[in-house]
T-cell receptor, first 110, second 115 residues
């Protein structure tokens, strides 16, 4: 099965800075999705990028996809304390199933 | 709309006991999923139901059974709990068209401890 792998695993930044995290995957994908998980909560969908897209924006989020390198990055600009969370990438591997990576923990220091 | 709801929120079991985790969604989604989340392991798919009336094994199905009761409800049963099943369990649902994966909506989770 496909598996998203985020890199780095943990990131600590000051409020107002940008946070970048990466995800790599192993096989061809239909789309790649990013989710956020606040402590003790369920995952919340952030953004979906299709395999024929290279970049997508949603508010302060920017996602890029490089299918030749089988990698994606999530950029959060002008981070806020409320962005403190774990971020997961997920790739589709058939029959409406997603494979999730292990997650990036981001701590934004006020 | 409540989205995806799960019961119970917390549960402590003794080894060998059984229990059923309940999940319901009110978004008229076809697909539903059960995941477990362990520290450092990300989410792993236990079972899923691509549509009402069908269920299939995911990555880690051993020790679990599921029932897709109707389009809204998808339950997960532990027949004989083991300490290795201590985890946080998430239910999710998704709209589904053949070959077109959509975002998944997650419930708040059930924190299960097996002693």
């Amino acid at each position: 099965s496909q598996q998203g792998e985020e890199d780095p695993q943990a990131l600590s930044i000051q409020e107002g800075e940008n946070a970048t995290m990466n995800c790599s995957y192993k096989t061809s994908i239909n789309n790649l999705q990013w989710y956020r998980q606040n402590s003790g909560r369920g995952l919340v969908h952030l953004i979906l990028i299709r395999s024929n897209e290279r970049e997508k924006h949603s508010g302060r989020l920017r996602v890029t996809l490089d299918t030749s390198k089988k990698s994606s990055s999530l950029l959060i600009t002008a981070s806020r304390a409320a962005d403190t969370a774990s971020y997961f990438c997920a790739t589709y591997y058939g029959n409406n199933r997603l494979a999730f990576g292990k997650g990036n923990q981001v701590v934004v220091i006020p | 709309n409540a989205g995806v709801t799960q019961t119970p929120k917390f549960q402590v079991l003794k080894t060998g006991q059984s229990m059923t985790l309940q999940c319901a969604q009110d978004m008229n989604h076809n697909s539903m999923y059960w995941y477990r989340q362990d520290p450092g392991m990300g989410l792993r798919l236990i079972y899923y139901s691509a549509s009402e009336g069908t269920t299939d094994k995911g990555e880690v199905p051993n020790g679990y059974n599921v029932s897709r009761l109707n389009k809204r409800e998808f339950s997960l049963r532990l027949e004989s709990a083991a300490p290795s099943q201590t985890s946080v369990y998430f239910c999710a649902s998704s709209r589904a068209d053949s070959g077109s994966p959509y975002e998944q909506y997650f419930g708040p989770g059930t924190r299960l401890t097996v002693t």
